[in-house]
């Protein structure tokens, strides 16, 4: 039932400037990549829910339990979760972590600060 809302897996794409992050009717958030400070990894628990949620000091875009890509950002940043939200954190599941966040280290050029895993 959640696919139909969009919540079965968060579209992500990255360009040079942004990574935009949409999970259907649930949420959306355009992220410049020059406002993101670290990325690291955190484990997305079962019993956290799916689809777009608020909990723990930040904004998670995620369609299934497992790990997550995290974002802290250099400022606060409107993201729609689904109504309008300011968050200074972002996760986000994706198929493959280590690959976005590899791409999002090259792009920012040594610029963003890579975390250990969290929660």
Do not use: C, N, Y
């Amino acid at each position: 039932m959640l696919g139909v809302f969009g919540a079965a897996r968060a579209q992500v794409e990255l360009d040079e400037s942004r990574l935009r992050i949409g999970m259907g009717v649930l949420g959306a958030a355009t992220v410049p990549l020059e406002r993101i400070a670290a990325v690291g990894t955190m484990r997305w628990p079962w019993w956290g829910g799916l689809g777009v949620r608020i909990a723990r000091g930040l904004t998670a875009f995620v369609g299934s339990s497992g790990t997550a890509v995290v974002l802290d950002l250099t400022e606060p940043l409107r993201v729609r979760a689904p109504l309008p939200w300011r968050t200074q954190k972002i996760a986000v599941s994706v198929e493959d972590p280590d690959a976005l966040i590899e791409a999002i280290v090259d792009l920012r050029e040594g610029q963003v600060r890579r975390m250990g895993a969290t929660g």
